[in-house]
């Protein structure tokens, strides 16, 4: 058993690399992923890396076609759009809920978490703004005591590209400068303007991603034509 469940980690940690890498638009229809190619790359065998990619099959993020692979199906900017609405609304929700839960210590401690990241965004850390976002935001879902919501909103961040977070232009300012609006909120018990502060938040870095990816030509045209994609030469598996 812990074999199988060391594999199956594996499993969702290429899942996890790939979604990230099409969300940045670094892998984009109609391109294949070459499964050897990216098992030589993560240093790993090719079994996980396959099993990643029945997963991402079943998400609707490649296609498998018979006796050529997984190709790379397209993203539109509706597709992100749906995404950060969806996780905006879960974590406008908690957000509201945590305003009424949050005692005054884990205010104070999100006062100074807050400090500490506006500081990296200033010195241009984007890791140090990483890490303290994601501690930020989980105190946040945490202490709203919903934990079947906090779990969804889970699945929907499988889906944002947190691996290329510096990458993203805007990203670490948007945590820099929204934040203050939430916390603001919180610090005065007002559910309906953490609500409302945690969904502007999170919608403006949907739009920060669409932004980029529009920038780096990932996007297809509105104009495209939603047809199966060409044909592209077939690669091993």
Do not use: C, K
């Not at 790993?44 to 997963?55: K, Y």
């Not at 005591?145 to 977070?165: A, E």
């Amino acid at each position: 058993m812990p074999v199988l469940e060391g594999r199956h980690q594996l499993s969702e940690m290429v899942a996890t690399h790939v979604r990230e890498a099409i969300m940045i638009g670094e892998l984009r229809a109609p391109d294949y992923i070459r499964t050897e190619h990216l098992a030589a790359e993560l240093g790993i065998s090719a079994t996980p890396v396959r099993e990643a990619l029945m997963i991402l099959h079943s998400e609707g993020a490649v296609r498998w076609e018979p006796r050529r692979g997984f190709r790379v199906l397209p993203l539109t900017a509706r597709d992100v759009a749906d995404l950060f609405d969806v996780q905006a609304y879960i974590a406008g929700e908690l957000a509201a809920r945590a305003a009424e839960a949050l005692d005054d210590a884990e205010i104070e401690r999100l006062g100074l978490l807050q400090a500490r990241l506006e500081e990296a965004a200033r010195a241009h850390d984007a890791e140090q703004v990483d890490r303290l976002n994601h501690e930020f935001h989980r105190t946040i879902n945490r202490s709203s005591g919903s934990s079947r919501m906090t779990s969804l909103l889970s699945l929907t961040v499988h889906y944002v590209p947190l691996g290329f977070f510096g990458t993203v232009e805007g990203w670490a300012e948007a945590s820099a400068h929204d934040h203050s609006a939430v916390l603001t909120a919180l610090r005065t018990r007002d559910p309906a303007a953490a609500r409302q502060a945690m969904t502007a938040h999170i919608r403006n870095v949907g739009r920060l991603l669409i932004d980029h990816l529009t920038t780096q030509n990932a996007l297809p045209s509105p104009n495209a034509s939603p047809t199966s994609p060409a044909p592209h030469p077939t690669t091993t598996t």
